[in-house]
Structures are given as C-alpha cells and as structure tokens.
C-alpha cells in the first residue's frame, strides 16, 4: 500500500537528517586532509543550509464554508483526537495562517492586528517586529488548550464601510463583491491581518508549511498573499463543495489567484469537499457513486484539469474515522486517495528537484577537492622526475640544481605583482556585477515604479508602467551576464597563461547562469500582471494600495536577486581559492624540493629515501581520491528507505494514514 503524504514526508525527513550526518562527515574528513579551501567549505556550508532550510508549503485554498480547517484537521492532527483547527459551521480561519516550525521560537500563536493594513509595510517587514504582533502561549501537550488558542484566528469585529474599505474589504467600484452591510451599518472584517502558529509537529519540524487562507475577499485584499505566498506554495488544495461543485466565486478565485501558464499542473489539486452530503440512502451506492464521479468530470472540464486531480472526499468522516480508528468509514471518506495524491505529487516533485540540486552541488565539491589533490599529485611528479635525474649525478650537479630551484623560487615570488594586477581588473569587473545584483538598483527601480503608479490617470497605464519595469530589470540582468562572460574569458585566459608560465592546473569555474534569474523574473512579472487584470488596477487609485503593491513585489524580487548574487559570489570564490591554493602548494613544494636536495647532499641514502617517500605520499593520494570519490556517491546515492513503521513510530502520526 502507498504511503501517505504525512509517511512520506516522515521520510523525507529521514532522507534529510541521513544527509546531513554524511555531509558534517564528508567536512570532517577534508579538513582532517587539509582538503576544505574556502570554495569548497563554501560550497558544504550552502549544502548545509539548503538542507536544514529546505521547506515545503502546502497552501489549502478555499471560499468559507468548503469545510478547508477540518480536511487540515482531517490530514495533519488527526492524531490529537480532535479538532484544532476551528471548523465550525459557517466562517472558520478569517486571517491568512501560517503553520509552522521555528526553533528559535518558543510554540506559540502570532496574531498581526488587522489595524497594520493602514501602513505600507509589506507582510514580511512585519515578521522583523515581533512586538507588533499580538502572542498566545501554547501548550503542545494540551489539545484543548491548542483548539482554544487557534480558535483565535476565526475573531472579527465589524466596522463602518469607510473603515473597511481604508482596510481594503469594501470598494465602491465593485460592490458586488463587497461583504453584506448588517443592519446596524456595520461590516465583518478579521480582527487579524496575519497569523503564525509554532509548533514542535513532527512534520512541522521537518520542514513542512501549512498555509490556511481565507476566502476571495480577504486574498484579494493582500497582495502579498497572492503574488508571493501563493505562487512559492510547492502544492495547492483548492477545495469546493461536493454538491454545489464549480461556483462563481470558486471561478474567480481559480482563474484569479490559483491558475497561470506557469503554475505547474501537478501541484494543483482540487478536492470536492463534503461527499458525505451524497450519500442519500434512497440513492444505491452505485447511483451516488455515479453523482460523485458527473460532479467530479464536470468540475475537471471547468477548471481545465485532467480528472485525476480532482479527488472526491469527506474530510469529515475521515477525521471521525482516524479518531475512532474506523478504517472501514476512513476508505469510504477517500481521505487515503488525496493523501496520496499529496504524497506522490508534492513530495515526489520535490524530492526530485532538491535531489538535483544536491547531486549538481555535489559534482562540483568534489570536482574543487578533487583538484586540490591533483596540483598535490603533480607537485609530487615533478620532484620525482627531478630526483630521479639525480641518480648518479655528483655534488656540482646538485649543488646547480639546488641553484636552480631557488632562481625558480626568486622568479615564482615576483610574480606576485603580476597575479595581483589580474586580481585587481577581476575585482574592478566584478564590482559592476555586485552593483546590477545589489540592493541599491533593486531599490532605485521599486521607486521609479512607485512614482510612476502615483502619476495621475495611471489606471490605464499600470501594465505598462510594470512592464517597463520588468524590461529595466531583466535589461540588467542581460548585461550582468554580459560583464560576467567577459571575467570568464578573461578568467580563462589568464589561468591559461599562469599554467603555461609556471605549471599550474588552474581551471575558470563554471559562469553563472544569470538566465535562469530573468525566467525567475518572467513568473514574478506573469503573476503580478494576473493580479492587476483583475480588476484590481482600479484600487490603485488608492496610494496606500499601490505602495503595498510594490513592496510585496520588492520582497519577492529580492530574493530572486540575493540568489543571483549568491552564486556570483561563490564563482568567484570558487576562482580566489584555486588560485590561492595552487600559490600555496608551489611554494610548499619549493620547500620541499630544497629540503630534498638538502638531504640529498648530507647522505647518500637520503636520495633512494626522498623517492621512497614521495611513492608513499603518491599511494595516499590514490586512496584519498578514492575515498574522496565515495564519500561523495554516498551523498548522492542515500536512498529514500523506510516503511510504514517508521511514521507509526510517531505518537503524532498515529492515524494519519
């Protein structure tokens, strides 16, 4: 039987920790060789990170009343014996949540007051203040206690239309999606704008992210929301109602929000909610199975989705089943299919990117190691040959070749000017590339475009103001790529040169593929443009809007841009420490060349005893390539064993398949 996306995740988990065991192994056996220069102590500490930072989040998305908290129930806590999440009849999560793991944060509720809407500070501005949000306690051992806190997030309060539309719930040019005007003249709005739940759940502290949003208004209203939380998610659940299928409200949230040219297929999974509502016992099993199925083929046609993406469940049952462990009720729930359509889809989707990402980095820490053993290898050849000439030779011939090491040694010294001029052009070049990557033009454009939505009558120019934008950026791009190409030529060269001239094996690292940052750029810019299309241009007639537009895209942006200039910079290390390394190995092989010859000189056995050596030293070389060879295969090769009983294990697993 297939795992289930939660014992699939468990081994993911497992995948990760056996890892990073390897990797703080793989660091501690070259540093013991003196093999971790600082591009490949670079290279474990990136590998180290990915690993520990790795995230997968899974958005649930959903109008109200679709029954999202209880499938989240339904799927992650079944194991407390009861709801956590609230999910009760009519509105349940009103704010956007966030749940998560964060060591460094004691398992707590963080509630942003709705009130932060007013100011332009975009939402991960407000995650550097922490005093500004709103802190609950929680006790992980208590579900009572958790089900009480979270219920929090369901809080409202009703203002005037005035106040709700200064928060971005009410506009006047599209009243047919404003919320119901109560009798008294007043409108529900969140008491919350945002809320981040910390808990140590095993899945959780894995790496798994479970974002809750509320229903079209609400997303509609935070832009960061949609352009940025969304469109990272790694998988979407969207959910709907099994009886009511394809609303118009669930249309406009699927086109408006959820589904771009870009969004990839497979991590779009739409679950009919509520299935339980069919089962009619005037209806033959076999007649409401065949309502279900129409429903379904019909809902799949609307969204434009193959039919398997469309899973038919009641999360409901399925909670009811896991707590009463009613395994009969939990297969007629079909809750197991959509785990493992989750299982499959998302985790075996990321299990294959982040596998690739590794095995590359991999590739190219070993290919930085194995280099260092290479220049120590052929340091060894040459004073092989060089002693083995001396075979037979008398005093006045050592004495000139000891003459001639030290002339090699006097010129090698004041090359030193030379290499350093190099240096200087490659940092010159360099400084213009950190200068296209760096915050400073990422800052200059953002306010070059905010003062472009505040011109008056930007309604219908506000594609084209964004547009000019993306083409100033990617024009950027294009031309750091530019100046990159012309430092690895001038790179190549001049290593070319340094090899001829004084033996060396430098090699130009690979250049950054700065391409891959401008399809990075397409997507923020596709998804943006989506947003505005939706009728949302009209709200940027409202400052306060507009400048909450921009910093959300400026968030986004930069972290498209610190990963541009990350692997900038690790070129470029990669580059300083092949140089460096190679410097330091020829001027300890000049030593030891001169302390051979020393030996030489006081014994006659010390020249029979030098090569004895030096086929040793040749020996360990071999072994440590090889080991070097297997300790990185091991890396890449860790399978992704385990079995069911390895999630059983978990206490807060049990029954969540």
């Not at 660091?27 to 290279?43: G, I, N, Q, T």
């Not at 550097?128 to 006790?139: A, G, I, S, Y």
């Not at 469309?310 to 785990?339: F, H, M, T, W, Y």
Request: glycine share 6%; with cysteine.
């Amino acid at each position: 039987m297939a795992n289930s996306f939660n014992e699939q995740f468990d081994l993911h988990g497992a995948w990760r920790r056996e890892f990073a065991l390897r990797l703080k192994l793989l660091a501690e056996w070259l540093k013991d060789h003196d093999l971790l220069d600082s591009a490949v102590e670079e290279r474990l500490r990136r590998l180290e990170t990915q690993m520990r930072s790795d995230k997968v989040m899974v958005a649930f998305v959903a109008e109200f009343s679709r029954g999202k908290s209880e499938l989240i129930n339904a799927i992650f806590f079944a194991g407390y014996k009861r709801r956590i999440m609230p999910a009760s009849a009519g509105r349940t999560t009103m704010c956007p949540t966030e749940l998560g793991y964060d060591p460094e944060v004691p398992p707590c509720l963080r509630l942003l007051p709705i009130e932060t809407r007013l100011q332009p500070q975009p939402l991960m501005e407000w995650r550097m203040v922490p005093e500004k949000w709103t802190r609950v306690d929680l006790d992980v051992n208590d579900p009572a206690q958790l089900a009480q806190a979270f219920e929090k997030v369901a809080e409202i309060r009703r203002v005037t239309p005035e106040e709700a539309k200064a928060l971005g719930f009410w506009h006047d040019e599209s009243p047919e999606d404003n919320p119901l005007l109560g009798a008294d003249g007043l409108i529900e709005v969140p008491c919350w704008r945002h809320a981040l739940i910390n808990i140590a759940h095993p899945l959780l502290r894995q790496g798994l992210v479970i974002l809750d949003t509320p229903g079209l208004n609400a997303i509609g209203a935070e832009p960061e929301l949609t352009v940025n939380l969304i469109p990272q998610a790694h998988a979407v659940v969207f959910i709907l109602a099994a009886d009511t299928g394809v609303t118009k409200s669930d249309l406009s949230i699927w086109r408006e929000h959820l589904i771009t040219e870009d969004s990839e297929a497979d991590s779009r999974l739409v679950v009919l909610n509520k299935i339980d509502t069919m089962w009619d016992s005037l209806s033959t099993p076999a007649q409401v199975e065949a309502q279900i199925e129409r429903q379904r083929s019909t809902t799949a046609d609307i969204l434009g989705l193959r039919e398997e993406q469309v899973i038919p469940v009641s999360a409901q049952k399925g909670l009811v089943a896991k707590v009463n462990d009613d395994a009969e009720l939990l297969q007629k729930s079909r809750l197991p299919a959509l785990e493992q359509s989750l299982s499959q889809g998302v985790m075996g989707q990321r299990q294959k990117i982040l596998r690739s990402a590794v095995s590359g980095s991999i590739t190219e820490l070993r290919a930085e190691a194995a280099r260092l053993i290479n220049i120590r290898r052929r340091d060894l050849a040459e004073q092989m040959v060089e002693l083995k000439g001396l075979r037979g030779k008398n005093i006045s011939v050592i004495k000139h070749m000891r003459a001639r090491i030290e002339q090699e040694q006097a010129d090698f010294d004041a090359s030193g000017a030379k290499i350093h001029a190099v240096r200087s052009v490659h940092l010159r070049l360099l400084k213009d590339v950190f200068n296209l990557l760096g915050t400073g033009t990422l800052k200059t454009e953002m306010a070059e475009l905010t003062k472009a939505l505040r011109t008056p009558g930007i309604k219908l120019g506000v594609k084209k103001a964004y547009g000019a934008t993306f083409e100033r950026l990617r024009a950027g791009l294009g031309k750091a790529q530019v100046t990159s190409g012309e430092i690895q030529s001038m790179l190549t060269g001049t290593f070319r040169q340094l090899n001829a001239e004084y033996g060396f094996s430098l090699q130009a690292p690979r250049e950054p593929e700065l391409a891959r940052y401008e399809r990075d750029l397409d997507l923020v810019e596709r998804s943006h443009m989506q947003y505005l299309g939706v009728g949302n241009a009209l709200r940027l007639a409202q400052p306060e809007f507009a400048d909450r537009l921009v910093r959300a895209l400026a968030t986004r942006l930069r972290v498209v841009y610190e990963s541009a200039l990350g692997e900038v910079e690790l070129w470029n290390k990669s580059a300083a420490a092949q140089l460096d390394a190679q410097l330091r190995e020829r001027r300890r092989n000049f030593g030891r060349r001169l302390e051979a010859i020393e030996r030489i000189q006081q014994a006659a056995s010390g020249l029979d005893q030098r090569i004895a050596e030096i086929e040793a030293q040749e020996a360990a070389l071999d072994e440590l390539d090889a080991k070097l060879g297997e300790l990185t295969s091991h890396l890449i090769d860790i399978p992704l064993h385990g079995s069911r009983a390895a999630a059983s294990q978990q206490p807060w697993l049990k029954n969540a398949a």
